[in-house]
Structures are given as C-alpha cells and as structure tokens.
C-alpha cells in the first residue's frame, strides 16, 4: 500500500469554485449557498478502491450524518483516472450510496485546485468559504490497531459549529496517492 501525505494548502485559502455532476443526479456548485453549509462545508477527496479510504468509510457516513443538521455539508469528490481504475468509475460511485454529493471530477482541474495529493483529503472551510482545517481525520490507518474516531476532524468542526478559531496544529492526512491520468 502507497503511503501519500496531504499537501497541506495553506490555512485561510478560498474555496476553488467547480461545477461537477454528483452521481447521485444533478450537479454541485460551490461554493455556492445551496452546496455549502451555514457555518461551514466539509470537502472530502476520496475514491472507491482506496483501503484508507475502505477503512474511515462508516466514520466519513457518521460525520455527515452528525454534523449536517449542525450547519456543516459535507461534499465528497472522486479524481481518480477511471479508465486505469475502473473500480472507481461514476457508475461504480454510484453504488456507495452516499447521503452527502459524490461528484466526478473527470478532468482532475478540481483536485488540482485543492491541491489534494491522497484519498482520503479533508478540507474544512468556515462559513466564509476559507479553508480552517486540512489534515488526518484520526491517527487510525489500515491494520495500525488504533480505532477509527474522526477525534481530530471533529475537534475541528466542533470548534467551527461553535464559531471558534481551529488549532493550527494540524496532521497531514495518509492515504492512496490520486490516480492522475498520463
């Protein structure tokens, strides 16, 4: 298994806009004020085939599910090269059944955007669309015995619902590194 680090974009930067169709239907705009969330929106780079991404997945379910009537939306978006890894095709994303948006990002200008490196990458931005966290969601990986608990994404998001500063003190998040195309 790869091990890829996030890049860490720097704090305070804004939001990349996109446009991308969401397998569920439909498309996402953002930021837009129908996509992003009261106090702020949770962006996840993650893919299908990915076993960091496999092992948070429950953990990324219930973050939505306990954050989203709290003022945050979560969006998570796919930039993998499909054609060398199908399992990650929008018909195969489409099968996650995701309460949140899973968008494409088929020309990978997105990803690029954010600087996303690794599936998964977080991306915490505030209710003015600045970024406040990207790192880790916990200290858990694939086969290291610690528990998955999304301890240090939601310290950060309990500090946004709450409308205060997030700790600077950040950990890169470790995954599978994207599948850029050729």
């Not at 993998?80 to 309460?99: I, T």
């Not at 899973?102 to 954010?114: G, H, I, M, R, S």
């Not at 998955?148 to 600077?168: E, P």
């Amino acid at each position: 298994m790869a091990r890829t680090p996030s890049t860490m974009l720097p704090l305070g930067t804004i939001m990349p806009s996109f446009d991308l169709p969401n397998v569920n239907g439909g498309s996402i705009k953002a930021p837009d004020s129908d996509a992003t969330g009261e106090k702020g929106t949770l962006v996840m780079f993650i893919c299908n085939h990915c076993p960091y991404v496999k092992h948070v997945d429950e953990e990324m379910r219930q973050l939505h599910a306990d954050y989203k009537h709290r003022g945050i939306e979560t969006i998570a978006i796919m930039s993998n090269d499909v054609v060398n890894y199908p399992d990650d095709s929008p018909e195969k994303m489409a099968q996650q059944r995701y309460a949140f948006p899973y968008l494409y990002d088929e020309t990978q200008e997105v990803a690029k955007a954010f600087q996303a490196a690794c599936t998964p990458d977080f991306f915490l931005f505030d209710a003015q669309d600045k970024l406040v966290y990207r790192g880790q969601l916990d200290d858990s990986r694939p086969g290291n015995g610690v528990m998955v608990t999304g301890k240090d994404l939601r310290a950060a998001m309990d500090a946004v619902v709450a409308g205060n500063a997030v700790s600077a003190d950040q950990v890169p998040s470790l995954g599978c590194n994207i599948k850029w195309k050729a």
